[in-house]
């Protein structure tokens, strides 16, 4: 029991290591200027374009590293220091995201299976820690409860490792298409893919956070049978 949470701190003190070297990855390139002059809202307008998409509107949002795109309504939302900036963090952090846009326009298969889990997982996600609780204190009275909370956990992790290849894949799409329509120099693209990649490990440290705590629930499960 002891060495599961030790696991389980180290993983998150991993991920905290790395949200701060991304914060700082972030604000250092924020304030590399791209040569290119391009705003982060007309980096992903021109990508957009290149790629033969037009249906997707580029709009700014609230908040620090809260870019995304949106399948549903087909928008990039940027946040306002990449939607306004001409910066290299920018220009990276909007062809990542039209990168998941491309990927739409394409049915990137590991996309669309993402997405048809989004409803699954939000419904998991809001009463998984409930039931994993229950089922832990009415193991022995009731096990299956414990298991259909694993089970539920199990989607989540499935989601988490889904997230991988999608966000791997968005940040190439990218990053390829800055060095093919030169909106960076040499440098800037190692940069921006200095930025992207640490932004990517962030994905990697919460699946593995999820897997070791999916397998954390499961050595629960098989530990009260053996002792009944």
């Not at 306004?84 to 491309?102: D, I, R």
């Not at 009463?127 to 299956?144: E, K």
């Amino acid at each position: 029991m002891a060495g599961w949470f030790l696991l389980m701190i180290l993983v998150a003190g991993a991920g905290l290591l790395i949200s701060l070297q991304l914060r700082s990855k972030f604000n250092t390139y924020s304030k590399v200027p791209l040569q290119a002059g391009l705003t982060g809202k007309e980096v992903a307008e021109k990508m957009l374009h290149d790629n033969g998409i037009y249906d997707v509107q580029v709009i700014s949002v609230e908040g620090m590293l809260t870019d995304h795109y949106n399948p549903m309504n087909k928008t990039v939302n940027l946040s306002p220091d990449v939607y306004h900036g001409s910066s290299v963090a920018a220009a990276a952090v909007a062809a990542h995201e039209c990168g998941h846009a491309v990927q739409h326009a394409r049915a990137y298969s590991m996309l669309m299976l993402r997405s048809q889990l989004v409803p699954v997982v939000q419904f998991s996600a809001g009463i998984v820690n409930w039931i994993l609780l229950a089922g832990i204190l009415t193991f022995r009275f009731f096990p299956q409860l414990l298991l259909i909370g694993i089970i539920l956990f199990a989607v989540i992790t499935l989601f988490a490792l889904i997230t991988l290849p999608v966000e791997f894949d968005a940040s190439r799409r990218g990053l390829a298409w800055l060095t093919s329509a030169h909106i960076t120099t040499p440098a800037e693209y190692e940069k921006a893919r200095d930025a992207l990649w640490w932004a990517a490990m962030t994905y990697v440290v919460a699946a593995i956070n999820s897997l070791i705590t999916l397998f954390y629930y499961i050595s629960i499960f098989l530990g009260g049978r053996n002792r009944n």
